[in-house]
């Protein structure tokens, strides 16, 4: 009895990696996204020292860089792909007071994250998925103002993505669009390689 579970077992396993061979095994993808977690972190930790502190400086934000994300998906059966994402985020802003600049605040974001897409649409040509990611942030953001030296401050933190509703179009160059919630942002739009 243990024998045929066992070859039951091995021959559906054999049989899924035969499937998975057959579209693919694996999707390399970039894509970029915005209004990120990322963001809404640096914005309510600016809007609760301004309240805390009427009189402070005045911050503008001078130059944004969408978050961009290198992701690596194995497709484990036709509905399941597992994977890791490394992102990459950056924003400056001017602090002035009184109209009188006094330098520049420097945010970089780089995100490593491991999750899994499931397909609930899966066609060769057209895929439609939800996915979960759990990740963790690293954030260095830096204060240069006129003298030459500069503040540094790090900061690591828990993120995720969560992915409502996710499309990809094309067989194995294809791109692909995403709304969700976490450190890829709002709406995210890429391409992707299955090979």
Not at 122 to 130: L, T
Not at 165 to 179: D, I, S, T, W
């Amino acid at each position: 009895m243990k024998k045929i579970l066992f070859s039951m077992i091995l021959l559906c396993g054999l049989s899924f990696r035969g499937i998975a061979q057959e579209k693919g095994d694996w999707e390399l993808g970039l894509g970029a996204g915005v209004l990120t977690t990322n963001d809404v972190f640096e914005f309510l930790d600016e809007w609760y020292q301004d309240n805390e502190n009427p009189d402070t400086m005045d911050i503008r934000l001078t130059q944004y860089i969408p978050a961009f994300t290198a992701t690596y998906r194995y497709l484990a059966s036709p509905r399941l792909s597992l994977g890791f994402d490394l992102s990459y985020q950056y924003f400056r802003e001017e602090v002035s007071h009184a109209g009188q600049g006094y330098g520049d605040i420097h945010f970089s974001f780089v995100t490593l994250a491991t999750g899994f897409d499931y397909h609930y649409v899966a066609r060769p040509w057209f895929r439609m998925y939800s996915g979960l990611t759990a990740a963790v942030t690293f954030n260095e953001n830096y204060y240069r103002g006129k003298d030459p030296q500069r503040e540094e401050h790090y900061t690591t933190r828990f993120n995720w993505q969560l992915t409502l509703a996710g499309f990809r179009v094309g067989r194995h160059f294809a791109a692909f669009g995403e709304l969700g919630v976490g450190y890829r942002g709002v709406a995210c739009l890429g391409v992707n390689y299955r090979f």
